[in-house]
């Protein structure tokens, strides 16, 4: 007596065979590379976006040059324009002979002096920094500092009269002093237009972008600034032409730097909030 055994339904069962038409190679293929030969899902319509983010997405360059990026990159670029143009002028003008304008400082001495401003700037920076930004904000400590360039550049000529008449001595020593100073405080406007750039950026991941425009400005100001304050600065020794030449020039890019900052909010924060 031969008992019959009951056939499975493999597609009852749960199970799904591989259809004999398949060819040899396809499924050595899908053997060795793991393709599937189920269908691809579909995406969902209704699929859930979250807007967070898609907010915190890098934006294309387009999208960066808002009011806010422009605004601060025209600070920066203007600021970083007067500082290597004044940088440039400075050991100049020390070297340059009394009779021509100048002081008649010999290397060692200005070195020694650059030297010496350098360290002064950095330690004050570090201790009271943060104490005048969060007393005064970020604007008001950025326009002070541009705005010390006027009597920096006033006490080019006044030192160099000074010393024509009373030689390098007592009376021309507190002018660079004084100068020196100053300078402390146009230092400081960076940190503050730092500030100023994150918070311009439309969103988190947009930073670096928004970082690296006002950079390109700035480094394109930074090659102007010293090239023409030096050439003007040679024509003004010239004879025959205006030995202030230099100076209106260097006060017009002062007033333009502090044209730039106020176009800039009282604090950081401000544009922050409005993210």
Not at 109 to 117: T, V
Not at 161 to 171: C, D, F, H, S, V
Not at 174 to 197: D, E, G, R, W, Y
């Amino acid at each position: 007596m031969m008992l019959k055994t009951p056939s499975l339904d493999h597609t009852k069962c749960g199970y799904k065979s591989v259809s004999t038409k398949t060819p040899l190679w396809e499924l050595i293929k899908g053997g060795f590379f793991g393709q599937s030969y189920s269908k691809p899902r579909q995406p969902l319509s209704n699929a859930i976006v979250d807007p967070g983010e898609v907010k915190s997405k890098p934006l294309p360059l387009r999208a960066l040059l808002t009011s806010k990026v422009l605004s601060v990159t025209a600070s920066y670029a203007t600021t970083g324009l007067f500082q290597m143009g004044f940088n440039s002028i400075l050991p100049v003008f020390y070297a340059t002979p009394i009779e021509l304008g100048g002081l008649s400082l010999d290397p060692p001495r200005i070195g020694a002096l650059l030297a010496a401003s350098g360290i002064i700037q950095g330690i004050f920076q570090l201790l009271f920094y943060a104490r005048l930004n969060d007393r005064f904000g970020a604007r008001a400590v950025h326009i002070i500092g541009i705005s010390s360039g006027i009597p920096m550049i006033i006490l080019f000529p006044v030192a160099n009269a000074l010393a024509r008449a009373y030689g390098i001595g007592m009376a021309v020593w507190p002018c660079v002093a004084v100068q020196l100073t100053l300078k402390t405080n146009l230092i400081m406007c960076f940190p503050c237009i730092s500030l100023f750039v994150r918070a311009a950026a439309p969103n988190r991941a947009s930073v670096g972008a928004t970082n690296g425009i006002a950079q390109v400005a700035v480094a394109v100001a930074r090659i102007v600034g010293p090239a023409s304050t030096a050439s003007i600065f040679s024509y003004s020794l010239q004879e025959g032409h205006n030995a202030w030449s230099i100076y209106y020039f260097m006060i017009a890019l002062v007033f333009l730097a502090v044209g730039t900052a106020l176009l800039l909010p009282r604090d950081p924060s401000v544009w922050e909030s409005s993210q």
